[in-house]
T-cell receptor, first 110, second 114 residues
């Protein structure tokens, strides 16, 4: 039973445009939602998080939106840059555990 | 942030053997975690390793299969015992910063069991 779902295995976006990565979850008890970024042959790196009591958090080019009623969050990257090409993991935290999604591979096209 | 190294970076092992993976952190940390990422799957927590206490294993993972040591605040090992091809995965260690959910990961160990 997947508690955190990323339904798009991959996404291609033109450089300079907006990238939108989506994530759905099932557990209402999650208190933090997270995005991690992973390059090949490296471990995931923490990117941005949002508390369950907020609906938006912004950090430079990265913004995470949380819609609790729909149990949905999204990561917006604008403008997209070549270095953003990576696998992005959506994750959620509750009771000192992190549950990860399967990841979405983002390709930034020149 | 913490800098984490893992050894080996990759290995090919025969079924029935065991492999010990080392995780070294450049600063003292209380909580260390071991994850597995099977091909095409998400990261799955194997166990939490706190210095001075027994590791806490997640459902589906047992100490006999994945023994963990945590001798000090900067080092941990995970052993994958009596390996089978189903153990072929990337194994990652991580540590928590001040907030549990902001974890720093090592580069991973890619294990192939033949």
């Amino acid at each position: 039973d997947q508690q955190v779902k990323q339904n798009s295995p991959s996404l291609s976006v033109q450089e300079g445009r907006i990238s939108i990565l989506n994530c759905d979850y099932t557990n209402s008890m999650f208190d933090y939602f997270l995005w991690y970024k992973k390059y090949p042959a490296e471990g995931p790196t923490f990117l941005i998080s949002i508390s369950s009591i907020k609906d938006k958090n912004e950090d430079g080019r990265f913004t995470v939106f949380l819609n609790k009623s729909a149990k949905h969050l999204s990561l917006h990257i604008v403008p997209s840059q070549p270095g953003d090409s990576a696998v992005y993991f959506c994750a959620a935290s509750a009771q000192d555990k992190i549950i990860f999604g399967k990841g979405t591979r983002l390709h930034i096209l020149p | 942030s913490a800098v984490i190294s893992q050894k080996p970076s990759r290995d090919i092992c025969q079924r029935g053997t065991s492999l010990t993976i080392q995780c070294q952190v450049d600063s003292q940390v209380t909580m260390m975690f071991w994850y597995r990422q099977q091909p095409g799957q998400s990261l799955t927590l194997i166990a939490t390793a706190n210095q001075g206490s027994e590791a806490t294993y997640e459902s589906g993972f047992v100490i006999d299969k994945f023994p963990i040591s945590r001798p000090n605040l900067t080092f941990s090992t995970l052993t994958v015992s009596n390996m089978s091809p189903e153990d072929s995965s990337i194994y990652l260690c991580s540590v928590a910063s001040g907030r549990y959910h902001e974890q720093y990961f090592g580069p991973g160990t890619r294990l192939t069991v033949t």
